[in-house]
């Protein structure tokens, strides 16, 4: 499998993945879909890095900040 294959693989099962985590988090599963959407976000910056899609980035990192807002307790 070429790199850019597994990088389209992660880029797949990140965007699924923030989909499931969006549905746990309005579900009422705070924690469990907050680290889904932190683990998601770290699946898809390997894609944006390689197409330097610098505002996808900026994106994550700000769902980043506000899951370990969350994680934190703060």
């Not at 070429?2 to 923030?18: A, E």
């Not at 988090?25 to 890095?49: D, E, H, K, R």
Request: include cysteine; hydrophobic fraction near 55%; glycine fraction near 8%.
């Amino acid at each position: 499998m070429t790199l850019d294959r597994k990088i389209n693989l992660l880029r797949m099962t990140g965007s699924i993945g923030l989909c499931s985590a969006y549905l746990l988090i309005t579900s009422g599963f705070l924690i469990p879909g907050v680290l889904l959407n932190t683990a998601c976000q770290f699946a898809l910056m390997p894609y944006s890095i390689r197409h330097k899609a610098w505002d996808f980035l900026a994106v994550s990192g700000f769902f980043l900040a506000a899951n370990l807002r969350v994680l934190l307790g703060t």
